[in-house]
């Protein structure tokens, strides 16, 4: 099996693992109305890259060498999924975005109506806590758990994702600068991938400085992923998208390309991968090369 093959693998294996969890991240005793879980479970199990919760998975192996560590980590990893799930909901409202598809089908105000996606957004936001909260019964230390759901907050909220969103909805082509998009970019996309990776991290009980490594890695990849996506909605297939292309370009939204240009962005994105993967090597990591695979996967997907 060649390692191309071996990460597609890997990969596939841990995209299963979180689907499965996240058809029980509802407690079997609560009563939530039919509509609403309804449209939560429209976005939530749409399915997708499932990115940042491998990442919390693969970052916990990384540092304790085993897979029990992922196990351990999994209620970060749905918790994470939850999160970014509401956002895109969110995201694709009319007051925002205005997009009609996401991943090849209806966005979710287009099939359940603007008030039911709103209420599906906070409703994900809202319990993602409660199930991070979760990770103590599955044996992560109550002060690690405290600390996710303390970072959680921080990363996902008004210094963290929502800032970005706002920087990003106040920024338009011919004002914003190359500074306040790597800003947008950073907060509104990296920020959740970081924390995925400090989540992960604190599962396996990693030390300060590995936490710090951590961070440091997923911050560099969460902004080539950002780049990238800017390029792929100039030069992907709209098929394997699953969004339509150049919809930057028309709601004249600031994007690097536009900035920098096409080759410059290609350059930026193969350094921050460089410099992602270097920050993994002083960190006595037990197991880091399957987090440097998947930033180098990250660098040459076309959608």
Do not use: C
């Not at 080539?224 to 098929?239: P, S």
């Not at 600031?254 to 920098?260: A, E, G, M, R, S």
């Amino acid at each position: 099996m060649t390692m191309s093959e071996s990460l597609h693998t890997y990969l596939q294996s841990q995209r299963d693992k979180v689907e499965q969890a996240l058809l029980s991240v509802y407690p079997q005793q609560w009563e939530i109305p039919s509509k609403l879980k309804e449209a939560m479970d429209y976005s939530l199990l749409a399915g997708g890259k499932r990115l940042r919760p491998i990442f919390v998975l693969a970052s916990a192996e990384a540092v304790a060498g085993d897979e029990a560590a992922s196990a351990r980590a999994m209620p970060f990893a749905a918790a994470i999924e939850m999160i970014h799930t509401y956002s895109l909901i969110h995201d694709d409202l009319p007051a925002m975005d205005d997009d009609d598809y996401r991943r090849g089908r209806l966005t979710n105000h287009k099939a359940h109506g603007e008030a039911m996606a709103i209420l599906a957004g906070d409703g994900l936001l809202t319990h993602a806590f409660h199930v991070a909260s979760g990770a103590v019964r599955h044996g992560v230390p109550a002060d690690r758990a405290l600390s996710v759901v303390a970072e959680l907050s921080r990363f996902a909220g008004l210094a963290g994702m929502v800032g970005g969103q706002v920087a990003d909805m106040l920024g338009e082509q011919g004002v914003t600068t190359l500074d306040q998009l790597e800003f947008i970019h950073l907060h509104k996309t990296s920020d959740l991938i970081a924390f995925s990776l400090r989540a992960g991290g604190h599962a396996a009980e990693a030390s300060d400085s590995q936490l710090d490594a951590l961070e440091l890695f997923g911050r560099n990849v969460g902004l080539a992923f950002q780049i990238q996506d800017d390029i792929l909605d100039l030069t992907g297939d709209e098929a394997k998208l699953g969004k339509p292309v150049k919809s930057d370009e028309r709601q004249q939204k600031v994007t690097y390309p536009y900035l920098i240009g096409l080759d410059a962005s290609r350059e930026r994105v193969a350094m921050l991968t460089r410099e992602a993967n270097d920050a993994l090597g002083g960190a006595g990591l037990a197991m880091p090369d399957r987090l440097r695979q998947i930033a180098d996967y990250l660098l040459s997907r076309d959608h």
